[in-house]
Every structure is written in C-alpha cells, then in structure tokens.
C-alpha cells in the first residue's frame, strides 16, 4: 500500500527566504513522486517529478526536491521565495502500474509575507 | 493553447437534482480522469477513463457516472445530488495510463448542493 503525508499543513515565509515544504512517502516499491502547485482558483500545475532518474530533480520556477530513499522522503525546496509562490502544494506517489493509485497528499499552503 | 477546459465553473443544486460536468482536452490525450477536492483531503479520484471506449470506477465513485463521448470530451453526471457532494471537481488528462505520465488538470468547477 502507498501512502504520502505532507507534515506542516501552513508554511509562511518572508520574501526572499528559502522555502521547505516536506513530504514523505510510504512504498512497497520504488515510487515515482510528483509535486504540484495549485494557485488560487486555478487547477493543479505539475512542478516536478522523479521518476528513478536522478535523485535531485529540478522544477519549474526555480523549485527542486530530493528524492532520499533511506528517508523515504521528496521535500520541495527553493532559494529564495517570491510573492508570486503562495499557492497550494501537493505532493503526489504513484503506483507502478494502474493510475488509480495515485495518491495525493492533503496539501501545503504555503503563504510569503513581503 | 487551452489544455483541458471544464463547465460550467460554477453550479449551486438542489439535493435531488441532477446536472453534467463537461471536460474537454486538447492535447490528443488517451487518458481522462474525474477527481472531486475537499479542504484538508488532497484530491480523490472519482472515475478514470483509460483510453476511449473505456471507463473504470476510482476510490470515490458513488452516486455518480461517466461518459467517454470521444477522445477529447469525459463527462460527470450526477443523477441524484446530495449535500455530501458539495465539492470542487477537476478533470484531468494524461498522456498514457503510467505511472510516469503527470497530469494536466482543468481549472475545476465548484459544485454547491443545498
């Protein structure tokens, strides 16, 4: 069975600050991981995704996460956080085979304060 | 340019009523899917539609029913809407039925049953 918990359901930042959004995973296989932006009445934007590859996966808009297996985690990070980022984030695991095991988490809204 | 596009965005009922959400793609996907979000849920999936001509039920799928009219368009009805339905629905497509394949999501209509 899969499983993905986000800990902190509010993040808030300052401007300019490094963002950490964290997610872990449970798998009984090697997952593939995903995390997704959704701003404000808009649909789901895939950020990233790690699919076996390379373990550190880079973004769009400046986000990367990395996949650490001994940890069983995939936290989202960025530099420097912009107005532009409070959204919204899901981190999603999938399943190897049939998409309806796909899991997403409860989410991360993440506020930055200017 | 415009991906997937859902109607209507938004829709208050009455319990008992019945309504269809329409969802169109773009892309030339083969895969559709159904989701429904609550607050502090993620998302869960309704039904999903593997490839035209096919349909198959998700983790929530009671109380409604889909169509795969053709390639581009899967809709949503729900013949009976109760307040438990209250809700804000996402259609999404993917490229192909794998783990591997991100989603590409509407911008949702927000379903009100009173």
């Known amino acids: 069975a899969q499983s ?20 872990n995973y449970s798998s009984s296989y090697s997952p593939s991981l995903f995390w997704y932006v959704q701003h404000p009445n808009k649909g789901l934007q895939l950020l990233l995704k790690y699919t076996s590859a ?22 989202l990070t960025k530099p420097s ?17 049939s998409y309806d095991k796909v899991i997403f988490g409860p989410g991360t809204s993440l506020s930055v304060i200017p | 340019n415009a991906g997937v596009t859902q109607t209507p965005k938004f829709q208050v009922l009455k319990t008992g009523q019945s309504m269809t959400l329409q969802c169109a793609q773009d892309m030339n996907h083969n895969s559709m899917y159904w989701y429904r979000q609550d607050p502090g849920m993620g998302l869960r999936l309704i039904y999903y539609s593997a490839s035209e001509g096919t349909t198959d039920k998700g983790e929530v799928p009671n109380g409604y029913n889909v169509s795969r009219l053709n390639k581009r368009e899967f809709s949503l009805r729900l013949e009976s809407a109760a307040p438990s339905q209250t ?8 490229n192909q039925l794998s783990y591997n394949s991100p989603l590409h999501f509407g911008n949702g209509t927000r379903l009100t049953v009173t």
């Open chain 1, 54 to 75: 390379a373990t550190l996966v880079k973004g769009i808009n400046g986000f990367e996460a990395e996949f650490k297996k001994s940890e069983t985690s995939f936290h």
């Open chain 2, 87 to 94: 809700s804000v629905y996402f259609c999404a497509s993917s």
């Open chain 1, 4 to 23: 993905v918990t986000q800990l902190d359901s509010h993040v808030s930042v300052s401007e300019g600050t490094p963002v950490l959004l964290r997610c």
């Open chain 1, 81 to 97: 956080a912009h107005m532009s980022d409070a959204a919204e984030y899901f981190c999603v695991v999938s399943g190897k085979t």
